[in-house]
Nanobody, 114 residues
Framework: QVQLVESGGGLVQPGGSLRLSCAAS????????MGWYHQAPGKQRELVAS???????NYADSVKGRFTISRDNAKNTVSLQMNSLKFEDTGVYYC????????WGQGTQVTVSS
């Protein structure tokens, strides 16, 4: 059974940083494009960053230049370094494949507040 476990969220002031991590119990992890998704309060979940097995990354315009996605195929993990956080980055962050193929994990809450 596939399991996606996100961690690393928290409360941070605007301009601060957080690093999110996702552990994926997915067989053949390396064949999937992995992504981080953001669900802001009252809004639909949206893809903000993705990374191919070979390390090619893609970002939503809203996070470009501030977030960095990376993965470790040996450990079945994917990370999201979030810098220069803004109020609008608040929400729950999830990892999944791109497109999302597996059941969603519990996500990790990020709150940007002064």
């Amino acid at each position: 059974q596939v399991q996606l476990v996100e961690s690393g969220g928290g409360l941070v002031q605007p301009g601060g940083s957080l690093r999110l991590s996702c552990a994926a119990s997915v067989s053949r992890f390396r064949i999937y494009i992995m992504g981080w998704y953001h669900q802001a309060p009252g809004k639909q979940r949206e893809l903000v960053a993705s990374v191919t097995s070979g390390g090619i990354t893609n970002y939503a315009d809203s996070v470009k230049g501030r977030f960095t996605i990376s993965r470790d195929n040996a450990k079945n993990t994917v990370s999201l370094q979030m810098n220069s956080l803004k109020f609008e980055d608040t929400g729950v962050y999830y990892c999944n494949t791109r497109p999302s193929l597996f059941s969603w994990g519990q996500g990790t809450q990020v709150t940007v507040s002064s």
